[in-house]
């Protein structure tokens, strides 16, 4: 029995939904009165008390309401009864001020770039920044909030419709035509420091080098008459040691 009520109660806070005010719950239904399932499950988990609907209970519904109001033909979603779904309409004089939200990925690029349509036909703005912010909500937990300055846009020939009392369409904004947070900076990877500089050749530990004027070819000019003459008399008295026979055979 508590199924029941509860299918019940969810039947009429979808119909509500699709048959009367989409617009309020930040969904716009496409040309033939369908939303996306997805679109719809997340808008009715933000309500109190609804976070636990998924796909399973929509089909519930379905099947044991004698006359569900509404029908499902794959992952879009619709209501039976759309006499009094908002229109989209032309609007002649917008607010002066509309919202929207982005992924702070894309950021960067909407800001050279401007804003682009993102799963949707058009681009969905809000008159009400709480909604919109809402709305960004369901693409990224923390999303970029973006004011956009009407009429400058329609000096650069955009064209908005109305789809509801709060929601507002148009086809792109252009660059230089909306206002968002300062871009964060971006992060600045220390260089590392400079080497000292060192002689190109290191001395490993524990080595031994003879001192360059250690050797007769690296004394000075000046000396090398006296150092060679100094070694020749040592080779000399040397070969002579050698060749002088030991006392006993004298």
Same mark, same amino acid.
């Given at each position: ?57 929509? &089909?519930? =519904? ?6 569900? @109001?509404?029908?499902?033909?794959? $992952?879009? +979603? ?31 690029y909407v800001i050279d770039k401007g804003i682009f349509p993102l799963g949707y036909p058009q681009v969905i ?19 970029v909030l973006l004011t956009v300055q009407v009429p400058s846009s329609v000096a650069k020939g955009v064209v ?10 148009? &086809?792109? =904004? ?6 968002? @947070?300062?871009?964060?900076?971006? $992060?600045? +990877? ?61």
């Amino acid at each position: 029995m508590v199924k029941q009520t509860s299918s019940q109660q969810l039947s009429k806070l979808i119909a509500y939904i699709l048959e009367r005010r989409p617009d309020e719950f930040g969904l716009v239904v496409n040309l033939k009165g369908y939303v996306k399932v997805k679109e719809l499950l997340k808008a009715v988990h933000e309500e109190a008390g609804w976070k636990y609907v998924r796909r399973s209970h929509l &089909d519930e =519904i379905l099947i044991t309401i004698s006359d569900p @109001p509404f029908e499902i033909s794959d $992952k879009l +979603i619709r209501a039976r009864h759309r006499e009094h779904l908002p229109e989209k309409v032309l609007i002649q004089n917008p607010p002066k001020l509309l919202y929207t939200c982005i992924r702070p990925k894309a950021y960067p690029y909407v800001i050279d770039k401007g804003i682009f349509p993102l799963g949707y036909p058009q681009v969905i703005l809000s008159s009400s920044r709480g909604l919109a912010v809402r709305m960004g909500k369901r693409i990224d937990p923390s999303p970029v909030l973006l004011t956009v300055q009407v009429p400058s846009s329609v000096a650069k020939g955009v064209v908005y419709f109305q789809a509801g009392e709060t929601l507002y369409l148009a &086809d792109f =904004i252009p660059e230089g035509c909306f206002t968002g @947070p300062p871009l964060p900076k971006a $992060k600045v +990877i220390p260089k590392k420091a400079e080497a000292i500089d060192q002689p190109s050749e290191l001395i490993p530990a524990g080595s031994f080098f003879m001192d360059k004027y250690d050797n007769i070819h690296h004394v000075p000019p000046r000396y090398q008459k006296k150092v060679s003459k100094k070694m020749d008399l040592k080779k000399i008295k040397k070969h002579r040691r050698k060749r002088e026979p030991p006392p006993w055979r004298r």
